[in-house]
């Protein structure tokens, strides 16, 4: 700050009253009580005192002459000491009272600061408060609803794991024949296979929780096509014992810029929930093209299609539509949370759906094109 632009105020040394029109002209504050003064020139009571003593003055001197005939030097004598005795206290008194009243006007002004601050301060700390609390009834609700998943997920395919591997521990499962008891293990395999992937999903959702993924650094070139087509003939075995025919339209060579772990882990969670969310003797069709500078990857199904109600909160964490609890009472709700989280970390990538309940489902991702 240049110390130009610092303004003296009253109260403060070198203070000059620029409403004064006497300060004003001869830059100067006469008495020791201007310091404090904001007053006009005609407010001034000093100048009141003047103007007043002077028409005294005159007034004794021509009544003493009108009366006296003359006027003698002890009366001029008189007169001037009382105008410059009463003159003197009275600077003096007025000083005081303008000095005080400066004093409690500063205070009035100090007090009416610090009570602005005081209630910009609450006023702080309250959104503060609310912020902080907003934030814990949030924690407090997605760790009700991690204890959910926890509780059913998790400890559904563990007592499936133990119940079969007591079976073994026991015996009973001798008198079974091979191929049962290969059932058996092929179940535990599987409920082994699906609790990998709920903690999986668990952990990636508590790490996108704390922090947003970042790929920056892990953007490569990604042939898009020939990786759709190969995760298309995964799940085509697996929508084929489900009795779901898949329809294939791929675009060749479509090359992104993406991250393969990351749009293999999205994809396949996408084409897992069509196949998931699909009757038998239904149809999934999956599109892959190019449009202008993007991909456009389309994964449509003739499911049991979202409710308009619980569509705008799909995405979020741990949400379910009503149909598909109904449907299949496990899944953790993660799956779309990560998918949309891997996609719009990508270089303008974009995921949304359309979808009719009893209809089917369409979700269609965009990423950039390399
Ligand atoms: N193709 C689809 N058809 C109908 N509903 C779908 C489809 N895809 C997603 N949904 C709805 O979105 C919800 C969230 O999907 P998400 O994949 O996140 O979880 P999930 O499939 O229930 O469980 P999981 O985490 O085990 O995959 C589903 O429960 C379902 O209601
Ligand atoms: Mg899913």
Excluded at 106 to 131: H, M, P, R
Aim: aromatic residues 10%; charged residues 30%.
């Amino acid at each position: 700050m240049k110390k130009s632009d610092i303004k003296i105020q009253a109260g403060d040394a070198g203070y000059l009253n620029r409403n004064c029109w006497l300060v004003n002209n001869l830059n100067y504050s006469p008495y020791k009580r201007c310091l404090f003064c904001k007053f006009r020139f005609r407010n001034c009571l000093f100048l009141h005192y003047q103007l007043i003593s002077i028409f005294l003055i005159v007034f004794f001197l021509a009544l003493f002459l009108l009366i006296e005939g003359t006027v003698s030097k002890l009366v001029i004598i008189t007169i001037f000491t009382l105008v410059i005795v009463y003159g003197y206290f009275f600077n003096k008194s007025t000083g005081k009272i303008i000095e005080a009243n400066f004093a409690q006007a500063k205070a009035a002004e100090a007090l009416e600061k610090l009570t602005e601050n005081l209630e910009e301060k609450v006023e702080e700390q309250t959104k503060a408060i609310v912020e902080k609390n907003t934030r814990l009834e949030r924690l407090l609700k997605v760790k009700s609803e991690f204890l959910d998943i926890a509780s059913h997920q998790l400890r559904t395919p563990v007592s499936v794991i133990c119940g079969i591997l007591d079976m073994f521990k026991s015996g009973s499962m001798d008198s079974l024949p091979k191929e049962k008891q290969m059932k058996f293990i092929e179940n535990a395999f599987l409920k082994g296979r699906k609790l990998n992937a709920v903690i999986d999903d668990i952990l990636d959702a508590s790490d996108l929780d704390e922090k947003q993924l970042d790929l920056k650094n892990s953007l490569a070139e990604l042939d898009f096509s020939a990786l759709i087509k190969e995760l298309v003939s995964y799940c085509t075995m697996e929508a084929e014992n489900k009795k779901i025919s898949i329809k294939a339209n791929i675009e060749d060579n479509i090359k992104i810029k993406g991250d393969k772990k990351y749009i293999e882990q999205a994809v396949c969670n996408l084409l897992d929930n069509a196949i998931k969310y699909t009757p038998a003797e239904k149809n999934i069709e999956i599109k892959l093209k190019k449009e202008g500078n993007k991909a456009i990857l389309t994964i449509k199904d003739e499911g049991i299609g979202i409710p308009k109600n619980e569509q705008p909160s799909l995405f979020r964490k741990f949400s379910r539509a009503t149909n598909a609890k109904e449907m299949h009472t496990d899944g953790s709700g993660l799956g779309l949370f990560i998918v949309k989280n891997i996609i719009n970390a990508h270089p303008e990538g974009k995921i949304w759906f359309e979808s009719e309940e009893d209809k089917g489902t369409t979700f269609y991702i965009q990423l950039l094109i390399a």
